[in-house]
């Protein structure tokens, strides 16, 4: 959650319900670094699904002028989708997600990842997980590590910045 940030979540129609927040200026908050933008942003909205065995959601979010106080004031998005579906006791779900970041003028780091899983239940509160996740190396125009908002999205012109994760 953000700090000073208003929030929705509306109640259920048919399964179907959205969530929205935005976030008033971060910077004024304690803990912020002071080195951001006067007045960052950050806005998101999700819609979800949920029915019988099925359950789907969509979500996107704008990181709204940040960067570096006196600087051009950068955006960041990211936009996700996942669905999941229950065969007996197994849940099998997969899920993309794809987020952009503007490093300056004209400048900008772009970053996808994919994961594909299953859920077995077993007695009780037990169960087994199994997944693939793929996040393909980072493309742009960047200049290589590029932080973005006190993290690091590592870049190399000749690739070589994905990974492949196999998990249980």
Do not use: C
Request: proline share 3%.
């Amino acid at each position: 959650r953000n700090y000073n940030s208003i929030n929705y979540d509306s109640p259920k129609f048919g399964g179907f319900s959205v969530g929205a927040a935005y976030s008033t200026g971060n910077s004024a908050t304690a803990g912020t670094d002071v080195t951001v933008s006067a007045k960052p942003r950050v806005m998101s909205v999700a819609a979800n699904y949920q029915a019988g065995k099925l359950t789907a959601a969509v979500g996107y979010e704008l990181h709204k002028q940040f960067g570096a106080a006196g600087t051009r004031e950068l955006d960041d998005k990211a936009f996700v989708i996942a669905a999941s579906y229950k065969l007996g006791k197994v849940d099998i779900g997969a899920a993309y997600n794809e987020q952009q970041y503007e490093i300056g003028a004209g400048s900008e780091l772009k970053k996808t990842a994919w994961m594909i899983g299953a859920d077995w239940s077993l007695a009780g509160p037990h169960s087994v997980g199994a997944n693939y996740t793929q996040a393909d190396s980072t493309k742009g125009s960047g200049l290589a590590p590029a932080a973005i908002n006190a993290s690091t999205v590592p870049f190399n012109a000749a690739g070589g910045t994905g990974a492949d994760l196999f998990q249980i």
